[in-house]
């Protein structure tokens, strides 16, 4: 098993439970173990960074720091904790009066640089190969719109890593679940962030026009990797959007297609309910321990000894 430090941020142990439990889960079925560091701190993000960024930068090297101990890379999966991390790291290696500030702030002082990566990156690089032999029930059909916002996008010096790039990952990651990624002109595109709590109706357009780009694209259901992404899709989406086009995290979907049963857990976390799409690609439910027969997910094997028998039903 490949042992990473991990990283959680603040969102992930408050409203993005479902993103943490459907990535621990995800990569201990890959063979990857995430080892959380001790005391880790906020990230102090963009607001608190344009009040001090000195101050700012402080707090993000200290997780650094205690990442460096631990001698692994470091997965961060919250985009915004990722680009933090990331773009500080790159700083105290280029700007030593930044770096001696800091040091001057910290104890310990930061230790050797350490790998920041993203959630999507280390799975798409270290476990993209597995998902396909390990696949349990694959989501045949399915047509997935992935969003990976502005984080994830830009700028380039930080979102990019050595060998690939966010957009193709995520969407070979999705693809490897027997899903289709969609074709479509806003998976860059900036969802409003955190203007969403000053400036809700702004951000209602800006999320509803995302809308209604996937699903002209012909999505059924929309995949990210940012906790606040999904936040503004899901709360700040208007009434006429109430009952359409799920929003999950891409962690969650690659759950489903290795037949995780605890993805039914996960998906009851949504304000759009996904029941209506995933339904037939949903693991079975368990009663005393044991699996409850159901209608097998389109594709799948038992599904295909269905047909040939002439069984459309639960076989």
Known sequence: MKRFGYYPGCCLKTTAREYEDSLLEVCAAL?????ELEDWNCCAPVPFYDGNGTLAAGLAARNLALAARTGRDLVVPCPGCYRRLRETALDLDRNGALRGAVE???????GAPVAVRSAVEVLWREGGDRIAALLRRPLTGLKVACYRGCRLSRPVR?????????????????AATGAEPVRWPGAAECCGAVLGSTRPELVRGLVERLLAAAQRAGAEVLVTACPVCLANMEWRRGRAWQGT????????????????????????????DPG?????????????????????????????RNNAAGRPGPG
Do not use: K
Request: glycine share 12%; aromatic share 6%; net charge positive.
């Open 245 to 272: 086009l799920p929003v999950l995290y891409f962690t969650e979907l690659l759950g489903l297609g290795l037949g995780i049963t605890r993805a039914r857990e996960w998906l009851r976390g949504h304000l759009v």
């Open 104 to 110: 001057r702030l910290l104890d310990p002082a930061p």
């Open 276 to 304: 209506p799409v995933l339904g037939p690609y949903l693991p079975p439910p368990v009663r005393n321990g044991q699996p409850l027969r159901t209608r097998p997910a389109p594709g799948s094997p038992r599904a295909q």
């Open 158 to 174: 930080i979102a990019a890593f050595p060998g690939g790039n966010h957009a193709a990952a995520l969407e070979a990651l999705v």
């Open 31 to 35: 063979g990857l173990e995430l080892a």
